[in-house]
T-cell receptor
Framework: QKEVEQDPGPLSVPEGAIVSLNCTYSNSAFQYFMWYRQYSRKGPELLMYTYSSGNKEDGRFTAQVDKSSKYISLFIRDSQPSDSATYLCAMGLVGGATNKLIFGTGTLLAVQP | GAVVSQHPSRVICKSGTSVKIECRSLDFQATTMFWYRQFPKQSLMLMATSNEGSKATYEQGVEKDKFLINHASLTLSTLTVTSAHPEDSSFYIC?????????????FGPGTRLTVL
């Protein structure tokens, strides 16, 4: 079983839709969680990070963490064609010896105008 | 802030040659940098963790003699692909960890596309 599972998609939605992107994980020791956005042929861009269960909002983006279920989500409101990209979840340990992040496989999102 | 650059952005080389890729943190210090490779439509695969002033830590299955990493300063890490072969063609991405960051935030470079003929 992979440490982090993410539906690869592709996910196609109409402009203006609410998008829900999800990851599950198996290691209950993970303490912080991040979402990255990657456009084609570009490096990933950090969108949001959080360490506690609950919701964190930033503009049209909301990151949700449920540590009891080992489940994290990223919601995008009023989706735009410019949101079309691959979204990667990542998680790690505070003070972990290697400081490395564990990434999901990424979900390809296409927002149709 | 937190900008990471990579050079070159694209390189085409002949089989058997060596290629060096630079990763720089432009506006912050990074004691730790990471090197990933990414095949088309696949996720990031961590190759190695690069620590300033010490030897890199390689992930299982990554040949350290083939992928040489040098992290000579707090703002520069280099990856050298030695004796490159067509199967080494890939998208190589580096990231830099913000020193003192609580959550180990990593900021990524724009990537280097390597094509080995």
């Amino acid at each position: 079983q992979k440490e982090v599972e993410q539906d690869p998609g592709p996910l196609s939605v109409p402009e203006g839709a609410i998008v829900s992107l999800n990851c599950t994980y198996s290691n209950s020791a993970f303490q912080y969680f991040m979402w990255y956005r990657q456009y084609s042929r570009k490096g990933p861009e950090l969108l949001m990070y959080t360490y506690s269960s609950g919701n964190k909002e930033d503009g049209r983006f909301t990151a949700q963490v449920d540590k009891s279920s080992k489940y994290i989500s990223l919601f995008i409101r009023d989706s735009q064609p410019s949101d079309s990209a691959t979204y990667l979840c990542a998680m790690g340990l505070v003070g972990g010896a290697t400081n490395k992040l564990i990434f999901g496989t990424g979900t390809l999102l296409a927002v149709q105008p | 802030g937190a900008v990471v650059s990579q050079h070159p952005s694209r390189v085409i080389c002949k089989s058997g040659t060596s290629v060096k890729i630079e990763c720089r943190s432009l506006d912050f210090q990074a004691t730790t940098m990471f090197w990933y490779r990414q095949f088309p439509k696949q996720s990031l695969m961590l190759m190695a963790t690069s620590n300033e002033g010490s030897k890199a830590t390689y992930e299982q299955g990554v040949e350290k003699d083939k992928f040489l990493i040098n992290h000579a300063s707090l703002t520069l890490s280099t990856l050298t692909v030695t004796s490159a072969h067509p199967e080494d063609s890939s998208f190589y991405i580096c990231s830099a960890r913000l020193s003192g960051g609580v959550y180990n935030e990593q900021f990524f470079g724009p990537g280097t596309r390597l094509t080995v003929l």
